[in-house]
C-alpha cells in the first residue's frame, strides 16, 4: 500500500493522528446525514469534538476536508495475489464496488464530483488525492502479471504509462457508472464479463506493436 498524502501540514503543534481521524469519521457521517450544501466545518468541529481552528489549520476549506475524508476510503482497497491477472482484477472491482455502496462513501464522492465541475483546485485535489494514488493497483497488477508471464515485458516506457492511466479509466469508469449512475448490481457474473472484455483487450493491445 503506497502512503497516505496528507493534508497541507503547518508549524505549530504536532498532528494528531487520532483527531484527524476523528475528523475524517465525523465528516463522512455529516455528509451522509446532511449532504454537501448544508456540511459545515463548525457541524464537522463539533461531531469530532475539536476546535474549529484545529480544522483549519489541518484543513483550508470543506472542499479539502471532503476529498480527504473520501480518500482514506479509497486507500482501503487492495490487490491480493490471488494467482492470475483475472483473479486479481476481479477481486479488486468487487471491492471498489462494495465501498461505493457504502452510503459515506456514494455521497462522498458524488457530491465532491459534482462540486468539481465549477472549481478546478477541488479537481486537480481529487486527481492527486485520489485518482492518482489508486493508479497504484494497475501498476501492481501488471508488473504482477509480467512476472506470471500473462503480460510482456515493458518496451517503451511512455506508452505503459499511457495504458496504465487508460486501464485505470476504464475500470474506474465502468464500475462507477454501473454502481452510482445506472444504479445496476455489480455483481460477479457481470464482474467476470467485464474482466474478460478488459483482458481480450489488454491481449490486443500487448500484440499491437
Known sequence: ?????????????????????????????????????????????????????????RWASKNELVVDAVAVLFDELELPDLGSLQAD????????????QRPETKTALMAVVAESTRDEPLRERIRTSIVDRQKRLVLEGRQRA???????????????????????????GAVVHRALVSAEPVDEAWVKRFTALLLGGLSAAAATP
Open 89 to 100: 482484477i476481479e477481486n479488486v472491482v468487487l471491492q471498489f464496488a462494495a465501498l461505493l
Open 146 to 172: 509480467q512476472e506470471r508471464g500473462e503480460l510482456p515485458a515493458d518496451r517503451d516506457p511512455a506508452s505503459v504509462d499511457r495504458t496504465d492511466d487508460l486501464i485505470f479509466d476504464v475500470i474506474a
Open 1 to 57: 500500500m503506497c502512503s497516505r498524502t496528507s493534508p497541507r501540514s503547518r508549524t505549530g503543534r504536532p498532528r494528531s493522528v487520532e483527531a484527524d481521524a476523528a475528523i475524517l469519521d465525523a465528516t463522512r457521517a455529516a455528509l451522509v446525514e446532511l449532504g454537501w450544501s448544508k456540511l459545515t466545518m463548525g457541524d464537522v468541529a463539533g461531531r469530532a469534538g475539536v476546535a474549529k481552528t484545529t480544522l483549519y489549520r
